[in-house]
């Protein structure tokens, strides 16, 4: 830890209207890592938390450092960590199953045929975990800093 710095980390949420019923178990867990097993590393805390991946990203503060964002990846619910809309454009709802490639991700309508291509997100890697497993993976890259109009 860098004494002269006011915070070693700070950990925050991406969603909006966050559940917090969704982080308890994942913070005790970082927390558990960190002050009990001494274990710095914030990517072991992630692998077993799916519930809150499908709920919100995890952004990850560290003085003098890049920020880093935590992202839930399932090839069918969130391809390459993409949201994708529940209704396709033919009004069809959760009717797109996913075609795997290893860096393309088609999801495909059921109904009318319309497909939406999604590819992996530029600077991310994926956590240690089962690819392609029914848990999904979390990856780790940049959180890009909203620049301010001047
Ligand atoms: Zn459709």
Request: proline share 9%.
């Amino acid at each position: 830890m860098n004494h002269r710095a006011c915070f070693s980390w700070i950990l925050t949420f991406t969603q909006r209207n966050l559940q917090t019923s969704t982080t308890h178990k994942f913070l005790l867990d970082v927390h558990m890592n960190r002050y009990i097993h001494l274990k710095q590393n914030f990517d072991i805390a992630f692998p077993e938390h799916q519930i809150l991946g499908a709920h919100s990203n995890v952004v990850v503060f560290r003085p003098q450092s890049v920020m880093t964002q935590y992202m839930w990846t399932h090839p069918g619910l969130r391809p390459f960590g993409h949201h994708i809309p529940i209704q396709c454009v033919c009004g069809a709802l959760r009717s797109q199953s996913p075609k795997i490639a290893p860096t393309l991700i088609t999801m495909k309508c059921s109904w009318c045929e319309h497909s939406v291509e999604y590819t992996p997100m530029e600077g991310f890697v994926a956590l240690k975990g089962k690819p392609g497993s029914s848990a999904g993976t979390w990856v780790r890259g940049p959180f890009p800093v909203p620049t301010l109009p001047l």
